[in-house]
């Protein structure tokens, strides 16, 4: 802006940060200040300015943050007062503090450090990009505390820790003059190290990590509940105490002193950020009077305590409490209140990228969306994409080698599959067409095995096609236990497709859409997907054509969120548990000291359990360099990285789009996707190519790194499948939905939510997820391909469904199958 623009500027336009400054320095003035400014303007006849204006300034004294200076700025400003008239004045002040505030600084930031709530151990940039008439200068403040090495555009934590927290600014200087950035809060959260990585959201919703704890306490004591949620920007809190939103309780801790009974009830706490919310859990404060504790199992009276002093009455109610502290862990609290686990653990595999059927989008989102639900519901979670036969095979082994008694097992799997005979296939990505069982892993099959390890609770979650492939006429021969802790939740009815939704970017297929919004509730897991199918049914793209299917043999109120009540761990299962841990830890960041005396810091961050990603950025330059760039070379051939996706100045360049915005900014970023073929540890080069301002030509140094096996390529997933490894056919006669029923208060359905037909019809909203033309069974069906419409080839019609005989049988089971089939109940939306 020019100096006449500005100098026609009305005063009550000046930048904040501008009016802050002149006002301070009016305020402080004594024989200078807003008075003086005052005696001038009155005298001055183009504006007015009363002895009752003054004395309503100086009022603003007794405000809190009132200024004098600014009530009298904005009745001058009121009246038409310009830049250039307050410049006028303020020379015959003689006030050059106060014109010193009024020239323009010639800076200009373009981007303010914005706020965030991080994790402690992770790496956390704050960046503050500006532009001068001249060479600009920075230097970063915690609150009035110059922050020690910070003349750079970033402040860098690596890693973070919970004394960083506080409060940030950036000082720009530019010559003589100088402004400041926004504040921006950083809220360290202290989170014990959980197996498997936690990335930063990056589409601005919240990932809670800490939740507030159920606590039963006594009257007069004081009550303090947490929650904490990651995000960026800082999330914001509400706490609320049955449903209704507690007044000033905006923090992320809340706490009562001098408890009444009053204060029992349900606590939750809303988090929101930016325009995403999501909910802590609900749990349940309960204030005991000291007369009698009125829990089963255990009663304790004071009365005999009354007459004692003060001293031993506290001494008593202490005792009393330890007394109840230990009551709340024993075996007997566990059994009254809501069922718990052992430990909770969930494979999520999304297959996307396959060889030789169509390829997907929605797997990524869908896995990436659940991988961070299920974290803040304590499950240990490992997340894959894009497995090959041998590699999923070889995902669940290891997966199950972390179940053992009463553990909560979770298997979420998006991608192409099909049903036959009652038995779920999911397809790999190497898969040939057409495929068969041989070249596929059976759900029920892994469930038999889950069942050996007397799990807690077995849920399977499949996104994926039903429908038949009459390529494959195996008959499954192996039998089910009898359990009542079995939910199978399918994104759509038997003999139909399940669909995501087309789009030009990354969205969420139909089931993770509706299932997302619903799984943090505390519900029991049937229950929670019921609510699920009834938001799909209401849905009008899919209504008709996807239905929620719901098979349950649970007979015990378990939910996802239940507490975890570790049970006592065998040695082969701590090994398991270490080593899973160990295979999601990240490499260490490393700093890479070139002789030309270039330093690159390198970093890292996880997409996905097998997916990396490696970004590097310039911490030194000598000054005689015009320019150095840092490029990643001699990746290993079995990672497969297409070199023009590598060094990329964005994410997006490489392929990834969900990290994008909690990563940092000015990096060269490579992807590296399927870590698990990893047959080595992972080295590579980095080549620092540097232009020398007296060179023409560019100068090469070269540095070899090493960062050892990463995340699930410490699993060996690539290894040979075992010949007994989920067992090749994947035989057995029964599924949950067939299993013979044990007891009748067994939770025993069969949902089917709405109408579902198997003859399908064009949508311009839908893409059908299914398995490839000429492998799936239909009649004039479509499938909606980037933006594209055409039929399926016309394949005849099945015939008729031959029985399923087991290898072994009895009377006895026949007896038992009949049972449980005609206890089936059929549940139909209205």
């Not at 973070?160 to 950083?186: E, L, M, P």
């Not at 043999?553 to 299962?573: K, Q, V």
């Not at 070269?702 to 699930?712: A, E, F």
């Not at 069969?750 to 069974?777: K, T």
Request: net charge negative; hydrophobic share 35%.
């Amino acid at each position: 802006m020019s100096d006449m623009n500005e100098n026609s500027l009305n005063i009550n336009f000046l930048k904040e940060s501008a009016l802050k400054r002149l006002c301070e320095a009016l305020d402080k003035a004594n024989n200078k200040g807003w008075r003086k400014l005052g005696e001038i303007v009155k005298n001055d006849k183009r504006f007015k300015m009363s002895v009752d204006d003054m004395d309503m300034c100086s009022l603003k004294v007794l405000e809190l943050d009132g200024s004098p200076s600014r009530a009298m700025l904005k009745l001058m400003g009121d009246q038409g007062c310009v830049v250039g008239d307050l410049t006028e004045f303020l020379q015959m002040m003689g006030h050059t503090d106060a014109l010193q505030c009024l020239k323009p600084s010639g800076i200009q930031i373009l981007v303010q450090p914005q706020s965030a709530a991080v994790i402690a151990g992770h790496n956390l940039r704050l960046s503050c990009c500006a532009v001068g008439s001249s060479p600009i200068q920075f230097q970063w403040f915690r609150k009035t505390e110059e922050v020690p090495h910070s003349s750079s555009p970033d402040l860098v934590f690596s890693p973070v820790q919970v004394k960083d927290a506080g409060f940030y600014i950036c000082r720009v200087n530019c010559g003589n003059t100088c402004v400041f950035s926004h504040w921006a809060q950083v809220d360290v959260l202290d989170v014990p190290p959980r197996c498997g990585f936690v990335s930063q959201p990056s589409d601005g919703r919240p990932r809670v990590l800490i939740q507030p704890n159920p606590q039963r306490l006594f009257v007069g004591d004081s009550l303090f509940l947490e929650c904490g949620a990651i995000g960026r920007p800082i999330p914001q809190y509400q706490w609320y105490k049955n449903g209704m939103p507690i007044k000033k309780a905006t923090k992320r801790k809340y706490s009562v002193q001098g408890l009444m009974p009053e204060h029992q009830g349900r606590y939750r706490c809303e988090i929101c950020c930016n325009s995403e919310r999501t909910w802590s859990n609900e749990v349940d404060v309960v204030v005991e009077s000291h007369s009698e504790m009125k829990n089963p199992g255990i009663s304790i009276h004071i009365s005999e305590a009354m007459e004692c002093s003060e001293e031993l009455v506290w001494q008593n109610k202490r005792r009393f409490q330890i007394l109840f502290d230990d009551f709340l862990t024993s075996e007997q609290y566990y059994s009254l209140e809501k069922p718990y686990a052992t430990d909770k653990v969930a494979l999520l595999i999304g297959n996307l990228t396959y060889r030789n059927h169509p390829q997907l989008k929605a797997p990524m989102v869908d896995v990436y969306d659940l991988t961070n639900l299920l974290r803040q519901l304590n499950f240990k979670v490992v997340s894959l994409l894009d497995l090959t036969e041998s590699e999923m095979r070889n995902a669940v082994e290891e997966f199950l080698s972390l179940l053992h008694k009463g553990v909560y097992g979770l298997l979420y799997y998006a991608g192409h599959g099909y049903e036959n005979f009652g038995h779920s296939f999911m397809v790999p990505v190497d898969a040939p067409n057409p495929y068969r069982s041989a070249n596929c892993l059976c759900v029920q099959s892994i469930l038999k095995l889950m069942q050996e390890k007397e799990t807690g609770l077995n849920v399977f979650l499949l996104d994926m096609c039903r429908k038949r492939n009459l390529h494959d006429d195996v008959m499954p021969n192996v039998m089910l236990k009898v359990t009542a802790n079995i939910v199978f939740g399918y994104a759509t009815c038997q003999d139909a497709e399940a669909f995501e939704l087309s789009s030009s970017g990354f969205t969420n297929g139909v089931f993770i859409k509706f299932l997302k919004g619903r799984l943090l509730e505390d519900e029991k897991i049937t229950v929670l997907l019921d609510s699920v199918a009834e938001d799909m049914g209401q849905f009008d793209p899919t209504k008709g054509k996807q239905a929620l299917e719901i098979r349950s043999s649970l007979s015990e109120r378990r939910s996802l969120t239940d507490p975890i009540r570790p049970g006592e761990y065998s040695h082969p299962a701590q090994a398991h548990n270490l080593h899973w841990c160990k295979a999601h830890e990240l490499p260490e960041s490393k700093i890479l000291d070139f002789e030309c005396g270039v330093q690159i810091k390198m970093d890292f961050a996880a997409e996905f359990s097998n997916v990396l990603v490696i970004y590097t950025s310039i911490v030194k330059k000598p000054e005689e360099m015009a320019s150095c760039r840092a490029h990643i070379t001699n990746l290993p051939l079995e990672l497969d990285v297409d070199p023009k996706l590598m060094n990329k100045e964005t994410l997006e360049e490489t392929g990834s789009f969900l990290l994008t915005g909690s990563l940092p900014q000015h990096c060269l970023y490579t992807r590296l996707s399927s870590i698990q073929k990893l047959r080595d540890e992972l080295a590579f080069t980095v080549c620092l190519q540097v232009q020398f301002s007296s060179l023409e030509d560019l100068v090469q140094w070269n540095m070899d790194v090493n960062i050892g096996k990463p995340l699930t390529a410490k699993l060996d997933l690539n290894r040979p499948t075992r010949k007994n490894s989920c067992q090749l056919t994947c035989p057995m006669p029964h599924s949950p939905s067939t299993s013979p029923s044990h007891s009748p208060s067994s939770d025993r359905r069969f949902h089917s939510h709405g109408p579902c037909f198997s003859q399908m019809h064009a949508n311009p909203y839908l893409n059908v997820c299914e398995p490839p033309c000429g492998a799936i069974g239909g009649h004039g069906e479509f499938r909606m391909c980037n933006d594209y419409t055409y039929p399926c080839d016309n394949v005849p019609g099945s015939p008729s469904t031959p029985l399923s005989i087991p290898i072994e049988t009895t009377d006895d089971v026949d007896d038992m199958q009949n049972e449980f089939m005609n206890s089936l109940q059929f549940y139909n939306n209205p």
